[in-house]
């Protein structure tokens, strides 16, 4: 019988190494979910997981055993991180982390808060062409549409890569700034094959998070998925 969740996995795929930091994959099959799934893992799922369909369940179940051994290699705790009441994971008080899932995947990434001061990591299966052309005037700046190359697949990629690196943006501040922001709150400004991105905030989120702040990202792709990742440095 097909387990439900994959073997975890601790190989760092993004390009540049972010210190102290781990992170924590592992694959889901949603049809092979079973009742006792939950109890094996020592999950325990909020109600309205538990009253989701078996898609839901299994991710929020991956995501959270991604989390407690991402955060236990960085802390000793033995952590399976509850639901706060704005629906965000929370963590221990030494540790910074990120959870994300998608297309029967799913990732967390944590640290000690003495080396990093947040982290949002973030998986997005790579739009087809005909998607990311209904999605970029939602995703896209009036600037980001400017520089949306004429190659179809490039633009799909393009699309792909600014809504993933907004998603980690987000779950980087949010929890430094505790206000929520959208799509046209930040831009792109630059992104290399390489695997290298910078972020302009055009918004004042706070007094250290204000509008023309840059910030550092990074990304990778496989197997159909890319992977972007920002993290904020204590310091």
């Known amino acids: 019988m097909q387990p439900t969740l994959g073997p975890l996995s601790t190989t760092w795929p993004l390009p540049n190494p972010a210190g102290g930091a781990v992170l924590t994959c592992c694959t889901f099959a949603p049809a092979a979910l079973r009742a006792d799934d939950f109890a094996r893992h020592a999950v325990q799922p909020p109600e309205n997981i538990q009253r989701s369909v078996a898609k839901r369940q299994a991710e929020f179940l991956a995501g959270r055993v991604c989390a407690r051994e ?6 000793g705790l033995e952590w399976v991180a509850p639901v706060g009441d ?3 994971p929370m963590w221990p008080a030494a540790v910074c982390a990120s959870i994300t899932h998608s297309d029967n995947w799913a990732a967390c990434i944590a640290a000690h808060s003495d080396d990093w001061q947040a982290l949002g990591l973030d998986a997005e299966t790579l739009l087809a062409p005909e998607r990311a052309q209904r999605l970029k005037g939602e995703i896209l700046t ?8 004429s190659d179809d697949a490039q633009a799909a990629l393009a699309v792909t890569l600014t809504f993933s690196l907004k998603e ?3 779950k ?3 929890p430094l700034v505790r206000q929520r922001f959208w799509f046209e709150h930040a831009e792109l400004s630059s992104w290399s094959a390489d695997g290298q991105a910078r972020l ?3 918004i004042d989120l706070s007094e250290r998070w ?10 990778c792709i496989e197997n159909n998925r890319l992977l972007s ?3 904020i440095a204590k310091n």
């Open 70 to 75: 991402s955060v236990r290699a960085v802390s």
């Open 86 to 88: 704005d629906r965000a």
């Open 142 to 149: 009036p600037a980001e549409l400017e520089r949306l190359p």
């Open 168 to 170: 980690s943006l987000f």
């Open 172 to 174: 980087a501040l949010y």
């Open 200 to 202: 302009q905030l055009l």
């Open 210 to 219: 204000c509008h023309g702040v840059e910030i550092d990202a990074q990304f």
């Open 229 to 231: 990742l920002v993290a």
